[in-house]
C-alpha cells in the first residue's frame, strides 16, 4: 500500500491524524499530530526511551515530522527531541520562558506551528513550571495540556519557579476558556485514564472544578505534602539540554544499529551481536576471575578489567567495531564512555550484559581459557 494511502487509512479517512502513546514508565503520554493531505506532523512530548518506537511510528507511516514540541522542561522524564530532531531534522520547539540550550523554534504565547493545512496555537500556561505551554488545535476541538491542568487535577506548584496563584489563572484563562466540547489531551496519567473535556473539568475536577475559587485552589495546592520527583536531578538538566546526550555518541553507523541509553551512550542488543560475533572486537570488562569463572565469557572475547582500562586503551583498536560486556552491562557501560571520550568510533556496550544474554537463551558463553 503507497504510504499516502495507508496514512489515510491510518487517520480512519480523516484529515487529521491523532495518536496517543503511552510511556508506562513514567506515565507519559507523547502526540503524534499529521495533516494527511500534506503527510507534515508534529510530535508532543515524546519520550527519550520511546524515540525508536515513536520514529519507526513516524516512519512506517511516511510522516515528514515537521516538529517536535514540548509543552515544559519535565522533571520526570528525558525528552526525545533532541533525539527526533537528528533522525528527522524536525524542529524542536520549547518555551523561550524556559531557557533552554538546542531549540530551534523558542515559542511565545500566541504563536502558531503550522504543520501542512492545520496549525496548533501556543497558549502560556504557567505554574506548574514558568515554562509550560498547552498547544490548541485549530479549530478548537482539542488542547494538549502537559501538566497543567490534568484529568480530575493538575500539575504540582511546588518546584521549578512553580507558583499555585500563577497555575490557577492560566487554567481558567487560558484551558477552561475554551469551548466545552474541546477536547483535553494530559501530559500525564496515572490510572489508565485518556481524555477529557473541558466541561468535564470545570464541574468535575478535585482541585478547581465545581465553583471552587482561587482561594481554594491555592489553598488545596498549598497543603499537598508530594515527595521530589525522583528523577528530577537526571531529567531537567537533560530537558535543559532539549535532551541532547552530554556524550555525543557516533552518528548512526552502518556496522550496527545502535540505541542510545539515558546518558547518551551507544548500546546494542544481544541477540545483535549474538548474530555478528566473528564481525567484533569483544572486550570483557569484569575482574579476571569473574572472565574465568563459571558465568564464562562471550567467545573471542578479551579481558581488560575495568580498573585498569584507561591504562590499556592502546592495546585496542580504535577503528574497529567494539562491543564491550561484563556481567550487568553497568561496568561496560563506564567502559563504553571512557572509550567514547578516548576517540574510539565504533564502540558500544552491550545492553543488559551476560545477565541478559542468558536471558534471553542466548548461546552460552564458555569460561575464558587461561
Known amino acids: 500500500m503507497a504510504s499516502s494511502s495507508l496514512l489515510q487509512a491510518a487517520a480512519g479517512g480523516h484529515s487529521l491524524l491523532l495518536r496517543q502513546l503511552f510511556d508506562a514508565e513514567t506515565g507519559t503520554f507523547t502526540y503524534l499530530l499529521v495533516d494527511v493531505p500534506s503527510a507534515k506532523g508534529v510530535l508532543i512530548d515524546p519520550v527519550f526511551e520511546r524515540h525508536d518506537r515513536d520514529l519507526a511510528l513516524v516512519r512506517e507511516l511516511g510522516v515528514d515530522l515537521v516538529a517536535c514540541l514540548d509543552t515544559h522542561a519535565h522533571a520526570d522524564h528525558v525528552t526525545g527531541s533532541w533525539l527526533m530532531h537528528e533522525a528527522t531534522g524536525a524542529a524542536i520547539g520549547l518555551a523561550a520562558a524556559a531557557r533552554a540550550e538546542n531549540v530551534t523554534q523558542p515559542l511565545q504565547h500566541g504563536d502558531r506551528v503550522g504543520f501542512g493545512a492545520r496549525s496548533l496555537e501556543v497558549r502560556a500556561t504557567p505554574g506548574h513550571t514558568d515554562g509550560c505551554v498547552t498547544f490548541v488545535l485549530d479549530d478548537a476541538s482539542a488542547a494538549f495540556t502537559g501538566d497543567a491542568l490534568l484529568i480530575r487535577g493538575c500539575g504540582r506548584s511546588d518546584f521549578q519557579q512553580g507558583n499555585a496563584?500563577?497555575?490557577?489563572?492560566?487554567?481558567?484563562?487560558?484551558?477552561?476558556?475554551?469551548?466545552?466540547?474541546?477536547?483535553?489531551?494530559?501530559?500525564?496519567?496515572?490510572?489508565?485514564?485518556?481524555?477529557?473535556?473541558?466541561?468535564?473539568?470545570?464541574?468535575?475536577?478535585?482541585?478547581?472544578?465545581?465553583?471552587?475559587?482561587?482561594?481554594?485552589?491555592?489553598?488545596?495546592?498549598?497543603?499537598?505534602?508530594?515527595?521530589?520527583?525522583?528523577?528530577?536531578?537526571?531529567?531537567?538538566?537533560?530537558?535543559?539540554?532539549?535532551?541532547?546526550?552530554?556524550?555525543?555518541?557516533?552518528?548512526?553507523?552502518?556496522?550496527?544499529?545502535?540505541?542510545?541509553?539515558?546518558?547518551?551512550?551507544?548500546?546494542?542488543?544481544?541477540?545483535?551481536?549474538?548474530?555478528?560475533?566473528?564481525?567484533?572486537?569483544?572486550?570483557?570488562?569484569?575482574?579476571?576471575?569473574?572472565?574465568?569463572?563459571?558465568?564464562?565469557?562471550?567467545?573471542?572475547?578479551?579481558?581488560?578489567?575495568?580498573?585498569?582500562?584507561?591504562?590499556?586503551?592502546?592495546?585496542?583498536?580504535?577503528?574497529?567495531?567494539?562491543?564491550?560486556?561484563?556481567?550487568?552491562?553497568?561496568?561496560?557501560?563506564?567502559?563504553?564512555?571512557?572509550?567514547?571520550?578516548?576517540?574510539?568510533?565504533?564502540?558500544?556496550?552491550?545492553?543488559?550484559?551476560?545477565?541478559?544474554?542468558?536471558?534471553?537463551?542466548?548461546?552460552?558463553?564458555?569460561?575464558?581459557?587461561?
Open 165 to 370: 496563584h500563577t497555575l490557577y489563572r492560566s487554567i481558567t484563562e487560558q484551558i477552561l476558556s475554551l469551548p466545552d466540547q474541546c477536547l483535553l489531551y494530559p501530559g500525564h496519567d496515572y490510572s489508565g485514564r485518556q481524555v477529557t473535556s473541558v466541561a468535564e473539568e470545570r464541574a468535575l475536577n478535585a482541585r478547581l472544578g465545581g465553583g471552587a475559587d482561587e482561594r481554594d485552589f491555592v489553598i488545596h495546592m498549598e497543603s499537598l505534602k508530594l515527595p521530589h520527583p525522583h528523577r528530577i536531578a537526571q531529567a531537567l538538566p537533560a530537558n535543559l539540554r532539549s535532551g541532547r546526550p552530554r556524550i555525543d555518541g557516533p552518528d548512526q553507523p552502518a556496522w550496527a544499529p545502535l540505541k542510545r541509553s539515558y546518558s547518551g551512550l551507544p548500546e546494542l542488543e544481544p541477540e545483535w551481536v549474538a548474530d555478528h560475533l566473528a564481525e567484533l572486537t569483544i572486550l570483557d570488562v569484569r575482574n579476571a576471575d569473574e572472565a574465568r569463572g563459571p558465568d564464562g565469557a562471550l567467545p573471542g572475547s578479551r579481558n581488560i578489567p575495568l580498573p585498569e582500562l584507561a591504562e590499556h586503551l592502546d592495546r585496542l583498536d580504535p577503528e574497529a567495531a567494539t562491543v564491550v560486556f561484563c556481567h550487568a552491562g553497568s561496568r561496560s557501560a563506564l567502559a563504553t564512555q571512557q572509550m567514547v571520550k578516548a576517540g574510539f568510533k565504533k564502540v558500544a556496550n552491550l545492553r543488559g550484559g551476560l545477565q541478559d544474554w542468558y536471558r534471553k537463551g542466548l548461546p552460552m558463553p564458555e569460561p575464558l581459557s587461561v
